[in-house]
């Protein structure tokens, strides 16, 4: 058989002086002070300006009846739908921001990414709830108004499933994004670890200032909670590893009212 009738192909080598190619530069692990005061910013200004339009457009054709600004705040017929609204619309609009930032996306910029070992899945979950039980127990012996503000929001069982059903998936979500994806980890490069845990808690347990008429001893129990969810996403690495705690946290406070009213059927009960 004549081999040279099957020609070898010629392997040419790569020259000496041709650059490899280069990975795409990676971003900083975590969003920079600026990026924090951007998402910040940007949240402020829809949030304030989709619920303006939103209040604009009740009062102005009464469906909500006569009723005032100061009484609207507290229907969560209407307040509940705006903070869904203001939330998804932040959200897309730093998801569309941020893409352009981060060559990750936004997502990854934030560590919203779940733990992959499978014990974290079966303590994050009970942490939360165990947290929220301990909070609740421990609030007992603090001095607690008797009238919160919050209690506007559980006249009927309509207005108390629509909170609970928003401080369980959706509040979460957005809080743990903006205190534990932004703030907390933009802070830590610069005052270290426990006192941007403690720079990011005292933003968040003020969120929550009004809803206890600013009394200290729920907000002191707010800041604590506000500690632990640091610690997981510290622990965690990863934002929804905290997003699932802290609904579990406040899935057993509501669970807690829900058993205490009869499913929501007997909220008087709960002045008792």
């Not at 921001?97 to 981060?102: A, C």
């Not at 899935?251 to 009212?257: D, E, G, R, Y």
Request: include cysteine; glycine fraction near 8%.
């Amino acid at each position: 058989m004549n081999w040279n009738a099957y020609p070898v192909p010629e392997i040419v080598p790569p020259l000496a002086d041709e650059p490899a190619p280069q990975a795409s530069p990676q971003r900083d692990e975590t969003p920079t002070v600026l990026e924090m005061v951007a998402f910040f910013t940007l949240a402020g200004i829809l949030i304030m300006a989709i619920q303006a339009i939103g209040a604009g457009v009740v009062l102005h054709w009464h469906l909500f009846g006569r009723i005032g600004l100061r009484n609207l705040v507290y229907q969560p017929r209407f307040t509940i739908p705006m903070m869904v609204v203001s939330y998804g619309a932040v959200l897309l609009a730093a998801a569309a921001l941020y893409r352009r930032v981060w060559p990750d996306g936004f997502l990854a910029g934030i560590h919203w990414n779940f733990p992959q070992a499978r014990r974290y899945r079966i303590w994050l979950p009970l942490l939360g709830i165990g947290l929220g039980f301990a909070i609740q127990l421990v609030s007992n012996y603090l001095p607690v108004p008797k009238e919160l503000p919050v209690d506007a929001f559980f006249q009927n069982a309509l207005d108390a499933w629509l909170v609970a059903l928003f401080g369980i998936f959706i509040a979460p979500i957005a809080e743990e994004i903006a205190f534990r994806g932004f703030l907390y980890p933009s802070l830590r490069p610069w005052t270290g670890r426990i006192l941007a845990a403690i720079l990011t808690s005292i933003p968040f347990a003020l969120l929550h200032a009004q809803q206890v008429g600013h009394a200290w001893g729920p907000l002191t129990m707010v800041f604590l909670v506000s500690l632990v969810l640091v610690g997981v996403r510290e622990r965690t690495g990863s934002v929804a590893a905290s997003a699932l705690v802290h609904a579990c946290y406040n899935l057993s406070i509501f669970a807690v009212i829900f058993f205490a009213s009869g499913g929501f059927l007997h909220l008087e009960r709960l002045k008792d």
